[in-house]
C-alpha cells in the first residue's frame, strides 16, 4: 500500500479494521535486474494489452495480474506486481505507475492521470500507444542516421593506422635504400607515421580528454547551450537534429493536450523530452510568457527558435481551439520530412566517405610508389 510514512499506513489499515504488523519502504524500481532492461517494445505490448483487457470491460486488478502472468522480463514483472499491490491498497493507477519512473515516464503518467481524470483511460491508452510506437520509429530512424556514420569514421580511422601504422613502416625500408631524393608526399607520410606509431598512446590520451570534456560540457547548462547549438550549426546534419527536435516538441506537446493535460505541464514535459539545450530553453522561456497571459505562437515566435512552419500551425490552433490537432499536422510533417532528410544526408555523406577512404589509400599509395618510380628513372638513365 502507498502510504506517506508508517503512521499513516497504521491509520489507514486501522479503518479498514485491519492492523500493521510489519511495513518497510519500497525502493524505486530499476529497469536492470540482472542486465535485463524494459525496452520500448515491451512496454508498446503492455499498453496494448491493458488498452484491450479495460475496453473488454476487464477490471484493473484482474487485467493487472493477467498481465503479470503473461510478462516474461523480470523488471516489467516486478513493477506489475508492486502497481497491483498498490492498485489493491486504495492508490490510483498513475500514482502506482509513478513509483516507477525508470519504467513509466512522465509523459506516460501525465498521460495516465489525464486519462483518469476524464474517465476515458482506454482512449487515452490507445493515444499511448501510437506515440510510443512513433516514438520506436523516430528511434530506428536516429539511429539508422548516426550508426552509419559512426561505422564508417571508424573504418576510416582504422584503414589510416593500418596503413600508415604497420604497411607503410614495412616498405621504407625500401624506399630508404634506392639512395633517392624523398618527395614531400614521402617525408610527410614518414613523419605522420612515426606520430603514429611512437605517440599512438598521446592520441589515445587526446581522444579520451575530448571525450570527458564533453561529458563536462553537457553536465552544465551553459555547456549543453554551447554544444547543442553547435549541434544545429553543423553541416548536412544540423537540419536533421533541429527538425528531429521540432518532431518530438510537436509530438509530445500535442499528444498530451489532446488528453487533457493542462499546457503548463505539458509544455514542462515537452522541455525536458526535445533532446537539445537551445530548443529547451527556448520552450522553457515560452511557458513562462504563456503562464503570465501571453500567446503560446507569439511566445514561440519571440524566442527567434522555432521555424515559420510551427509557428503558424499553432497561430491557427490558438485562434480555432484545436491546437492538439495543427501539432499533429506538424507532427505528421516531420515524419515525412526525417525519413526524407535522412536519405539526403546519406546522399551527400556516403559518396564523401568513399572520397576520403580512397584519398587515405592514394596518399600512401602515391607516398610509395613516387619514389619507386624515380628510382626506376635512374636506373633507365645509367
Not at 41 to 62: D, K
Not at 130 to 156: C, G, H, M, N, S
Not at 244 to 255: D, K, N, Q, T, V
Request: aromatic share 8%.
Amino acid at each position: 500500500m502507498l502510504a506517506d510514512n508508517e503512521q499513516q499506513l497504521t491509520l489507514t489499515l486501522r479503518d479498514m479494521d485491519l492492523y500493521l504488523i510489519e511495513a518497510k519502504l519500497e525502493s524505486v524500481s530499476s529497469p536492470f535486474i540482472f542486465g535485463q532492461l524494459v525496452k520500448r517494445r515491451e512496454l508498446i505490448t503492455f499498453t496494448v494489452h491493458l488498452s484491450a483487457a479495460l475496453g473488454a470491460g476487464i477490471p484493473i486488478l484482474q487485467a493487472f495480474e493477467d498481465l503479470e502472468q503473461q510478462t516474461v522480463n523480470r523488471a516489467m514483472h516486478r513493477a506489475l506486481q508492486a502497481i497491483r499491490e498498490a492498485l489493491r491498497g486504495g492508490s490510483g493507477l498513475s500514482d502506482a505507475m509513478a513509483q516507477h519512473p525508470r519504467i513509466f515516464s512522465d509523459i506516460y503518467v501525465n498521460m495516465i492521470k489525464a486519462g483518469e481524470a476524464s474517465g476515458n483511460l482506454t482512449n487515452v491508452l490507445e493515444h499511448l500507444t501510437k506515440f510510443l510506437e512513433w516514438q520506436d520509429a523516430l528511434a530506428a530512424e536516429i539511429k539508422r542516421a548516426t550508426v552509419y556514420p559512426a561505422t564508417v569514421f571508424v573504418a576510416v580511422m582504422a584503414l589510416t593506422g593500418l596503413l600508415v601504422g604497420f604497411v607503410f613502416p614495412k616498405i621504407l625500408p625500401v624506399i630508404l635504400s634506392l639512395k633517392v631524393p624523398l618527395p614531400f608526399i614521402t617525408r610527410a607520410v614518414m613523419v605522420f607515421a612515426e606520430v603514429v606509431r611512437g605517440g599512438w598512446y598521446w592520441i589515445l590520451f587526446g581522444a579520451v580528454a575530448l571525450f570527458i570534456l564533453m561529458r563536462m560540457l553537457k553536465a552544465s547548462e551553459p555547456g549543453r547551450v554551447i554544444v547543442d547549438a553547435l549541434k544545429l550549426r553543423l553541416p548536412v546534419v544540423g537540419g536533421l537534429v533541429e527538425k528531429i527536435c521540432l518532431s518530438r516538441f510537436a509530438h509530445h506537446l500535442g499528444i498530451l493536450l489532446r488528453t487533457g493535460v493542462d499546457i503548463s505541464q505539458s509544455l514542462s514535459i515537452a522541455e525536458r523530452v526535445v533532446g537539445n539545450a537551445v530548443i529547451a530553453q527556448a520552450i522553457r522561456e515560452a511557458k513562462e510568457k504563456v503562464i503570465q497571459g501571453g500567446f503560446l505562437w507569439r511566445s514561440l515566435q519571440e524566442t527567434g527558435v522555432f521555424p515559420p512552419l510551427v509557428i503558424r500551425m499553432v497561430f491557427v490552433g490558438e485562434t480555432t481551439g484545436t491546437i492538439d490537432n495543427t501539432l499533429q499536422k506538424v507532427t505528421e510533417f516531420y515524419d515525412r520530412e526525417i525519413p526524407a532528410t535522412v536519405k539526403r544526408v546519406f546522399a551527400v555523406m556516403e559518396p564523401l566517405f568513399i572520397v576520403i577512404l580512397a584519398g587515405m589509400v592514394l596518399l600512401v599509395a602515391l607516398s610509395i610508389f613516387i619514389p619507386l618510380y624515380g628510382a626506376l628513372g635512374n636506373v633507365g638513365k645509367r
